[in-house]
């Protein structure tokens, strides 16, 4: 067995990986989300996403799903509005509720914002073959499993 130092650097670089792969995802996705008509912030397309895949969802759902700011989140909410990319319902069964649902244009917008995420993700992974990529999938969810296992 390695000694402990060895281990814990072995960790380190693992999650360098994971971040410096995260962020050039992230930013090559920003970029193509300011150079598309659409002109939304990468937290707005992530918004708009999870609406789009969470019809009548509400701002406290959101909340509880991203872990984010309740003001931020409100002031990201209000500009999807404003833009015509979200719709607000009263909840008939509990008035205090407001239902959140992707307009038509929104719609339109979170596919064209999907369809570019998979094209970078494909381009991200086009040099592994089906089972590097299995085994890549199998590794990573064996890591968010240890991670979901640790006490909060």
Known sequence: ????????????AVF?????LMHMYRARQFRALRGDAHEL???EGKVLGYFA????ATQSDL??????????LARLVRGLR????LDAAVDEEDRRSTRLHVTEQGKAVARSLHRAGEKLA????????AAERRQLLAL?????????????
């Open 16 to 20: 360098e990986a994971i971040h410096t």
């Open 82 to 85: 404003d833009k015509g990319l």
């Open 41 to 43: 912030t990468h937290l």
């Open 140 to 152: 990573l969810d064996k890591v968010r499993s240890k991670l979901d296992s640790q006490p909060e």
């Open 1 to 12: 067995m390695p000694p402990a130092d060895h281990a814990d650097s072995d960790a380190s």
């Open 53 to 56: 895949r969470h019809p009548g």
């Open 122 to 129: 494909e381009a991200a992974i086009a040099d592994l073959d």
């Open 63 to 72: 909340i509880a799903h991203s872990g984010r700011d309740k003001a931020q």
